[in-house]
């Protein structure tokens, strides 16, 4: 899902999303550079934990143990365990929105764009990790606001505000007619967002492939018939 394309064919908001800030980057180490493969394990491992027990009740041992890596080896690469979940959402992100070609975001062709962009947020946000990450979010909602900031800031706001840089291009273009651009990315999300992502939420029977099609092809038809040129 590669939403990268979404403001400059292709390339912005994978850069956005993956760039290094300072709330998901894991931190920085001294001394030896990080062992890629180690850092692999370790986020295997706290995705498992995570989407098992949620951020607040995952172990960090647990995770080091099922890594196998020592405690101090975790806290060392990525600082807390708030920043080993964040550095999660940003790998499990990374994971899906690498794939749409730069063609199919072409602001001349917004149906096309539309049914590529949609086929990979439904990847996302109906997949085990996303949904994992979600409900670890919504246990800590109040008690962590940075946490729970960040993961807005980097995920949907993100996602969001790229989706209106291309639906503006579009709107350039001639292709779409989109007032306001913002509003009209998240109409188009959140059509995505309804009882099927609930049914994920609560680890209920989820939407087959059959559904999903036809949700995808609904909800392209309903915003170009909204915003269409």
Known sequence: MNYSGLSNPINL??????????????????????DPERVRRILAAAQAHFNEHGLERASVDAIAADAG???MTVYSNFGSKERLFQAVVRDRTDS???????GALDPDQPEKALLAIGTRFLALA???????AMRSVYGVAGAQPEVCLGFYKDGPERVNGELAAYLRRAH???TLKVRDPLQAADLFLSMFLGSGHIRG??????????ENKALLREAVRVFLAAYGA
Do not use: Y
């Open 96 to 102: 899906v929105v690498a794939g749409v070609p730069g």
């Open 201 to 210: 939420l609560l680890k209920l029977d989820m939407p087959d492939t059959r």
């Open 172 to 174: 350039s273009a001639g």
């Open 13 to 34: 908001l994978m850069a956005r999303l993956i760039a290094p800030t300072p709330t998901l980057n894991p931190k920085p180490q001294r001394g030896r550079p990080r």
């Open 126 to 132: 109906r997949g085990d990790d996303a949904l994992g």
């Open 69 to 71: 890596v020592a405690k």
